[in-house]
């Protein structure tokens, strides 16, 4: 069985998508009309922009977003999954890939996350580290000790979880989780606490739209953030989706799941390999390719 995962944020660099952009017609209609929706020209800035462009979260998620999306329409035939799971906002990737969500609907809800995220950044200044070499259980212990807000955020792969939360709370679990043993307990250069309670204005912003727009049954599964599991009934994924700005995302478990229900092959769909590699992390079996 096929999986195909798309990437989140973090997986973008210059000169991404222009290949597609420039060899495919069908590619470069689909970027000029997401070019028409978001009423500026996202194709010059991931095309020819710099870095500092691309790290500007309104920028970067519609960006990784229409790579992850144009690519997997581009694929044709050839696009025959089993299943999808996409790293936190590559979740929207998925749906439409998997025909949950069409792509001007999904474009849309992806850079209105983006806005509400910006703006929850804003109000409430925080930050994430990555905590590698501790399981999650010696981890998940030291936080709860902490009296600040720092929780587990991103269950990546055995031995490498990102936490989130204040800059003293995050400033003071590296410091005790070195302690206990963690190689390494960096800092992350991100605009916030992203899964979260900080995010809580973010995620009642970006509810009103979730809830406006149509989800139609899919092609195949979601395996979705929140809960790590398969996911069919388009209303559930709604209510999961919208969790999923202040809730953990559980990348762990999903790959765990759809190893069990019977994926051989993982193909990640859009910028990077990093997805590729904690698979790999998992189970070194899996066949593991770029699309």
């Known amino acids: 069985m096929k999986a195909y995962v798309f990437p989140g ?4 660099f210059v000169g991404m998508g222009k290949e597609l952009y420039e060899n495919s017609s069908k590619a470069k209609d689909l970027f000029e009309k997401a070019n028409n929706i978001l009423k500026f020209r996202i194709t010059d800035l991931m095309f020819d922009g710099t870095d500092e462009d691309l790290r500007q979260t ?7 977003f229409l ?3 144009i690519l997997a329409k581009t694929l044709g035939e050839d696009f025959k999954p089993d299943m999808v799971a996409g790293h936190s906002l590559g979740e929207f ?7 949950t969500l069409l792509f001007e609907d999904g474009l849309k809800l992806v850079f209105a996350r983006a806005r509400a995220m910006q703006k929850a950044c804003e109000s409430e200044p925080s930050t994430m580290a ?24 991103n269950y990546n792969c055995p031995g490498q979880l990102v936490i989130s939360g204040s800059f003293k709370g995050i400033e003071i679990a590296c410091e005790k989780l070195k302690e206990a043993g963690a190689k390494r307990a960096l800092p992350l250069k991100v605009g916030g606490a992203f899964h979260s309670p900080l995010m809580e204005p973010a995620r009642v912003e970006l509810a009103e739209a979730i809830k406006s727009t149509k989800f139609s ?15 069919t009934d388009p209303e559930i994924i709604k209510t999961n989706l919208i969790s999923q700005l202040t809730s953990p995302v559980r990348w762990t478990q999903i790959m ?9 092959t993982f193909i990640e769909v859009g910028p990077g ?5 904690m698979v790999k992390k998992l189970d070194r079996n899996i066949e593991t390719f770029s699309a």
Do not use: F, R, W
Request: proline share 4%; with cysteine.
């Open 256 to 264: 765990q799941n759809m190893i069990a229900d019977g994926a051989k």
């Open 58 to 64: 309104n920028v970067t998620q519609p960006a990784i």
């Open 273 to 277: 390999n990093v997805l590729q590699g």
């Open 93 to 99: 990737s998925a749906l439409v890939a998997n025909k």
């Open 217 to 231: 049954q899919g092609i195949c599964p979601i395996y979705q953030n929140v809960t790590g599991q398969s996911v």
């Open 67 to 69: 790579h992850s999306v």
């Open 130 to 153: 990555a905590i590698i070499g501790l399981d999650d259980k010696t981890v998940e212990k030291i936080l709860d000790s902490i009296n600040e807000i720092v929780i587990p955020a």
């Open 9 to 12: 944020q973090g997986a973008q």
